[in-house]
């Protein structure tokens, strides 16, 4: 299973922007798949996750701008992100899990077995 993730750029604060994350080799909707970010000399942050149900869940940090969803069809997943900071300037990986993860470890990038490669987002206040 690979997984690729693209749609990074620099942006102003308040602007939006769309990642995507696409899985190879695997069928996306069988897959819970997150999104995480980091920042320089931080660690990496859980942002978001979509399960095989299509439930999301969201970090404290990014509630009410950022959303998750899936195309199924398309194996790809979706990270809208609305009302840019600068704070969210990162790079923001995917990442999937089989259906191992237990919903009290959603957070824990550790939980994940699949990594993408990782797309830089900077947001200039």
């Known amino acids: 299973v690979q997984l690729q993730a693209y749609g990074g750029g620099f942006v102003q604060a308040g602007d939006s922007l769309r990642l995507s994350c696409t899985i190879s080799?695997?069928?996306?909707?069988?897959?819970?798949m997150a999104w995480f970010r980091q920042a320089p000399g931080k660690e990496r942050e859980f942002v978001a996750a979509?399960?095989?149900?299509?439930?999301?869940y969201y970090g404290d940090s990014v509630k009410g701008r950022f959303t998750i969803s899936r195309d199924k069809a398309k194996n790809t997943m979706y990270l809208q992100m609305n009302s840019l900071r600068s704070d969210d300037t990162a790079v923001y990986y995917c990442?999937?899990?089989?259906?191992?993860?237990?919903?009290?470890?959603?957070?824990?990038?550790?939980?994940?077995?699949?990594w993408g490669q990782g797309t830089q987002v900077t947001v200039s206040s």
């Open positions: 990442a999937a899990d089989p259906g191992r993860i237990i919903m009290s470890s959603i957070r824990w990038a550790q939980s994940y077995d699949y």
């Open positions: 080799g695997g069928t996306s909707s069988n897959y819970n």
């Open positions: 979509i399960w095989r149900t299509a439930n999301p």
